[in-house]
């Protein structure tokens, strides 16, 4: 294995050295080719050093898993994740076999690494590099989108929200599901005929362009980076769960392999990897969700009355989130699971979260970027309307895997492997595909891993596609020279930027290992939508809409979002943690008064519970609170509203001429695609 | 780009140019208000009417699991309605407008 992925890189060197003579271009392969084999030679060493700690993973990647804090409330007297409390003799991890797993992995390597080495062939302009010459076809750039949007959180995290509070998860996936309507009437075609490569292209159309570029590159940059942080934390504790797979050594193998797509192949390797993720993440999902649906009979009545009659279920809603000791006479905890209010709690906060998926993924740069690979307007309608039915599918495919896997393997056992319930999705497949142990079981689960782990790579991927072009396109090509540069130059550049964004997460997500990435994917969404969906908006349909109006919009939306999400209940609060690590510490030692022998796990909980207070009590937020002050877990309701308005004032306070007489011209544009930037015309 | 300059305000100003705006608005932002409508009545009716989703309809499904379906329903709807529209008549228009600027 090592060798042939040596000579896989020797080929991508070499095919890179053809197609460039300049020094920095060899720099850039020489530094991946050693990236590269660090990581591979970490990869060899590994296998015979298992983690240490495997902890519950936490796939936070959606603005969807504030499952974290909620979680601990769960599982009733808190117990650590490293010791689960063990259900009817079924596992308590996930165990996926080491070898078909890796094996598959390294399929997916492998393939989409042949995939760069024939996208980089044709990569040699700028605008191949940042949008595949505009050669993508609709119903590709359809597929290559829902690979861009659905993430890892989607596939594991909602199916085990699904399996622990009922009802409330599947709602949860009504708003990822509609952010492409927005998309689809506003945002879309408009973009496709107004703009070029990035965010920065059309807000600077009718402005002053260098000021504008430049809040737009640090937006683009923060949104992409904040995201893709969650992303690589996200991919390290999984495979650390999953494989033993330490966590650095994941986050930078993820990291070296996106690298080296976007160096290489840029926007169309991006794509292809998009598309092939997709293909493999909806084959799972119908696959898993037809066994579930074999299962009950394919007859979904009689599979929710299942679920409404299961005792497990109705156990779990009573103990471990109704909290009722004794059952109340008469009452249907099992039906309860069908309906709302055992996770979302907050009207206001849904509505907020709900302004934040309808808004926000309208304004995320790459998803933006994506409509600038297809050659026309009707191309991007379509490409939408595709990405719309691929997205709707698979959510409405997982909440047949989130009730299925309630149904078949318990809440009870769900949560007792991860306390947000992020490992429902594999644990289903693993049973259904012949259980633990059993060869179908084994394939499955590894498929399953597979999916997962690809993922990640699309999603990340895209992101550092988007990073880059505003480093490089707004920023240097823009700014720095004036748009005087030539192709060769703006593609090395281009290339030299993804290398450095890709650095720059790889250390970042190393860094945050500890970090409470939740907060930072709800910042990322609300930054998007607050900051640059009005811009993106105003700047289409606004005639007045100038400078100062895109700058206010930009600068507020931004930090409006960001100080909101700083003071707001995400956040990590030691005060909190210390109180609840009280509360189990009393409740224990009370036991132990009354002459109770504390069982062995009770024990290792109230020490544990102890050691948390100790480390807590007195603490305080990042910001410096005891207490979040913000009520609202998503800041959308409140940041929106403010971005709008500043972008209303910024405009009327500082009128500008020009911007209102190139009105015409942008409208113009927009809605008749005449004068489109043709991106194959170089 | 070598790509040739249009009189911009004056196509601004060519009916059929009013006219394709004046379509196209109405009906974006028409439908795009009226889905969001409908989106933003399901945290609003699940948060403050729980017990209106409680009501069982099939079985022990109840219309609250419905609504939620209803609402993947309404998506695809409006995709499809627009696909529909925009095929047989913006695209018309806009075709028609560029034979006769061009």
């Excluded at chain 1, 059952?327 to 055992?342: A, C, K, S, V």
């Excluded at chain 1, 505003?470 to 020279?481: F, G, L, R, S």
């Excluded at chain 1, 948390?612 to 009520?631: H, Q, R």
Aim: positive net charge; hydrophobic residues 50%.
């Amino acid at each position: 294995m090592f060798t042939n992925i040596l000579a896989l890189q020797d080929r991508i060197s070499a095919l890179t050295k053809l197609y460039s003579d300049g020094k920095t271009q060899k720099i850039t392969s020489n530094l991946l080719t050693a990236l590269m084999l660090t990581l591979f030679l970490t990869t060899v060493g590994f296998t015979a050093e298992p983690s240490k700690s495997a902890q519950q993973a936490n796939v936070a990647a959606a603005p969807a898993a504030p499952a974290q804090k909620l979680a601990t409330t769960v599982t009733a007297p808190a117990p650590a994740a490293s010791s689960p409390a063990p259900v009817s003799g079924l596992p308590t991890k996930v165990r996926p076999n080491r070898a078909i797993t890796i094996s598959m992995f390294l399929t997916i390597i492998g393939i989409t690494l042949c995939v760069v080495i024939w996208a980089a062939r044709s990569t040699k302009s700028a605008a191949d590099f940042y949008t595949a010459g505009g050669g993508i076809t609709g119903l590709q750039n359809g597929w290559a989108i829902a690979g861009d949007y659905m993430s890892a959180a989607s596939f594991l995290g909602m199916s085990g929200l699904i399996s622990l509070y009922g009802i409330d998860g599947f709602m949860y996936a009504v708003g990822p599901m509609f952010s492409f309507i927005a998309i689809l009437l506003v945002i879309a075609e408009p973009c496709r005929n107004a703009g070029k490569y990035t965010l920065g292209d059309i807000l600077s159309f009718r402005t002053s362009p260098k000021p504008v570029r430049a809040v737009a590159a640090i937006s683009t940059v923060t949104v992409s980076l904040f995201y893709l942080i969650a992303q690589m934390v996200g991919a390290g504790k999984l495979m650390q769960v999953l494989l033993d797979i330490p966590y650095r050594v994941s986050v930078i193998g993820v990291g070296v392999l996106m690298v080296g797509y976007v160096v290489f192949g840029g926007m169309k390797a991006t794509t292809w990897v998009q598309i092939i993720k997709a293909g493999l993440l909806m084959s799972g999902t119908v696959v898993l969700a037809l066994l579930v649906m074999i299962k009950s009979g394919m007859n979904p009545i009689v599979f929710f009355a299942d679920i409404v009659a299961n005792p497990l279920i109705q156990d779990h809603v009573r103990i471990n989130v109704l909290k009722d000791a004794l059952p109340t006479p008469g009452f249907d905890y099992g039906q309860r699971f069908m309906e709302p209010g055992l996770f979302l709690k907050n009207p206001l906060d849904q509505v907020s979260l709900g302004i934040a998926w309808a808004l926000g993924a309208a304004g995320l740069p790459h998803i933006l970027m994506r409509f600038f690979t297809v050659p026309s307007a009707k191309e991007a309608r379509k490409s939408i309307v595709i990405a719309l039915f691929i997205n709707s599918t698979f959510f409405f495919l997982i909440n047949i895997i989130g009730f299925g896997a309630a149904l078949y393997l318990s809440p009870q056992l769900i949560s007792s492997v991860d306390k947000g319930g992020n490992m429902a999705t594999l644990l289903l497949a693993q049973l259904l595909g012949g259980g633990a142990g059993s060869l179908g079981g084994d394939m499955f689960l590894a498929f399953i891993c597979a999916v997962a782990f690809a993922t990640i790579l699309a999603v990340v991927s895209g992101l550092v596609l988007a990073a880059s072009a505003a480093i490089a396109h707004d920023v240097y090509v823009n700014i720095v020279m004036d748009g005087k540069a030539d192709q060769q130059t703006q593609v090395k550049v281009a290339r030299i930027t993804s290398l450095f964004v890709g650095l720059a997460a790889i250390l970042m997500g190393l860094a945050a290992e500890k970090e409470n990435v939740v907060a930072l994917v709800a910042l990322a969404f609300a930054v998007a939508a607050s900051g640059n969906f009005p811009a993106v908006m105003l700047s289409l349909f606004w005639k007045r809409f100038n400078t100062a109006g895109v700058i206010s919009a930009l600068l507020v939306g931004t930090t409006s979002a960001l100080a909101l999400v700083l003071i707001s209940p995400v956040m990590t609060y030691p005060q909190k943690i210390a109180d609840d690590a009280r509360k189990i510490v009393v409740t224990l030692e009370k036991k132990q008064a009354e002459g109770v022998i504390l069982a062995e796990k009770d024990l290792k909980v109230l020490d544990k519970s102890r050691k948390d207070y100790a480390k807590n009590n007195g603490g305080t937020s990042m910001v410096g609170l005891k207490a979040p002050i913000f009520p609202l877990k998503n800041p959308g309701l409140v940041s929106v509203p403010l971005g709008l308005l500043a972008a209303i004032l910024g405009t009327l306070l500082f009128r500008d001429k020009r911007a209102e007489d190139m009105f015409d011209e942008i409208e113009v544009r927009q809605i008749t695609g005449l004068g489109i930037s043709k991106a194959s015309e170089h | 780009m070598g790509q040739r300059s249009y009189n911009w305000s004056e196509i601004a100003r060519n009916p059929k140019y009013l006219e394709l705006k004046r379509r196209k608005r109405v009906f974006l932002f028409g439908w795009w208000i009226a889905a969001s409508i409908y989106y933003f009545s399901l945290p609003f009716l699940s948060g403050y009417f729980p017990a209106l989703f409680k009501i069982k309809l099939i079985g022990v499904i109840n219309f609250g699991y419905l609504f939620i379906l209803s609402q993947f329903l309404v998506a695809i709807f409006v995709a499809v309605y627009y696909t529909i529209v925009a095929n047989r008549d913006f695209d018309q228009l806009t075709a028609e407008l560029v034979d006769e600027i061009q």
